[in-house]
């Protein structure tokens, strides 16, 4: 099979496992629902700047529920079988794909609930939306990367945490600025930079994912 063929391949069968057990998606659905159930009975209501924050300590958490097992918690019988099935560029790119596919649905569902629940205080919508785009997206990225690295290792909770702080940290920067433009309905001219810089990043993360997965996945 070529490239392409294995990754549809291994992104259908991660769907249908995800649909025949929905275990990620129920926990983290579970997860955003009464995450934002309790902000809302602590807060009742509240300013911009900590609608926003709380947001994304939401998407944060929930990202790293959702994302970081992703090899974690695969099997050696299940590993040896995608060894000899596919590539690793392929079993990469799809596990990239899967992560981001459901990261932006959770995402979506979080800020249509949260907009519900909490009073919206966005000042342009489609700008905030995109945001959380890129922020799900980004999330996706890096937390697929970084558990693959971790997988290989022992002590793999205290290496994620090791390893996704200083890269996770530059992006949550970034896109709590680029959200709190768009709170604040500034010209969309202003978040271009934010923008490029975030699209940048995930392109760079994924082009080192490509080039780093061969060589841990021979070990």
Known sequence: ????TQVRFLLKKEILLEWRSKYAFNGILLYVISTVFVCYLSFKTTPPLVWNALFWIILLFA???AIAKSFIQESKGRLLYYYQIASPQAII???IIYNILLMIL???IALV???????NNVGDVPLYFVAVLLG???FST???MISAIAAKASNNGTLMAILSFPVIIPLLMLIIKLS???MDGLDRSVSLDEIGVLCAINLIVIVISLLLFPYLWRD
């Open 93 to 95: 790119i799809a596990k």
């Open 106 to 108: 959770m995402a979506t």
């Open 113 to 119: 609930f949260y907009s519900i629940v909490f009073q």
């Open 1 to 4: 099979m070529n490239l392409i």
């Open 180 to 182: 709190k433009n768009a």
């Open 142 to 144: 890096v937390f697929t």
């Open 63 to 65: 990202a790293i529920n």
């Open 136 to 138: 799900a997206i980004s």
